[in-house]
């Protein structure tokens, strides 16, 4: 292994150039495919990196649980520096799970109870109206069955505040929008990225791209089943001017009131389809960005598996059986 088990910690900078760019230069439903496999890959490459680092270097520590076999001078050759980096890796480790377990009960916390407050609600397929002022409308994606307790569909939830905002033709875009989110299942590729992200704090940039790019996917589903870009773009640049706070910041929104974002999805409504190709040409800046990022991504996938395939080979003759 070597000093190639610590690459999968750093090779996640090269997918950082492709973020700003995939949005410039692909479509964004490719966008966000592509920048959530490249975190998804680069973020379980990092926690197999952890994982490895643990075990190797706490085998050298001093009244450790793990068998006596696993102090092998082999074991000990194969991560420099063995003993401080799975010190080190310990804490890491164990606060990337953390953070990950919390993350994930939240996100599943509040799916369950936003269907909770929806149980009260008449039950259909379509959207739900809350008696609210305050304008905002989100997706909020199913919940599969459980023991007592049926499957729950995905549904949007819209404020009567909103809909007063917006005409009757907007309101067709903002629907076509959130129910886009349901059906692309954006809420799978946001969570992905943000699990990344807890994992391995240089993947954070890519979880506001993901988002960004999830939003435009939906804005271009949304632009053609009403047929109107400019009408869908009007529905956007509005419900932003009178959004406030959202009251699940998780859930994927229609629009909110932070600047930044919305007035370049905006723009982007205004200026022509974007191309439907899924990889920018190579010799462009897109194109080389997305090659680098592919080439770390697979050079720290190839690390993670060569590590994991020598640490089993040596701890299975180290370790009797």
Known sequence: MGVFVFLPLVLPLTALPIARLAEQHLHPRATTRLLTLLAAVLGLCSTLCLGLLVVVGTAQLPGNPLPDGWSDPEVRAAVPFAEVAGTAAIPLLTAALTVCGAALRRHHRIRARVHHALDALPAGAGPAVLPDDDPYAYAVPGTPA????????????????????????????????????????????????????????????????????????????????????????????????????????????????????????????????????????????????????????????????????????????????
Request: proline content about 11%; some cysteine.
């Open 146 to 321: 459980r023991p007592g307790r049926p499957a729950r569909p995905g549904r949007i939830v819209v404020s009567r505040g909103m809909l007063r905002s917006l005409d009757d033709d907007e309101v067709r875009a903002l629907f076509a929008h959130e129910r886009a989110h349901l059906i692309c299942h954006h809420h799978r590729a946001l969570l992905a990225v943000r699990l990344a992200g807890c994992v391995n704090p240089l993947l954070l940039p890519l979880r506001s791209a993901v988002a960004f790019a999830a939003e435009r996917w939906a804005d271009e589903e949304a632009a053609r089943v009403v047929g109107d870009r400019r009408l869908t773009a009007r529905a956007v640049g509005r419900a932003a001017l009178v959004a406030r706070p959202a009251p699940h910041p998780e859930l994927a929104h229609f629009a909110g009131p932070e600047p930044g974002p919305v007035p370049r999805r905006v723009a982007a409504l205004l200026g022509p389809v974007p191309p439907a190709r899924r990889w920018p040409p190579a010799l462009t800046p897109a194109g080389l960005a997305a090659l680098v990022a592919a080439a770390g991504t697979a050079a720290s996938a190839l690390c993670a598996l060569n590590a994991a395939v020598a640490l089993f080979v040596v701890l299975k003759a180290a370790t009797p059986l």
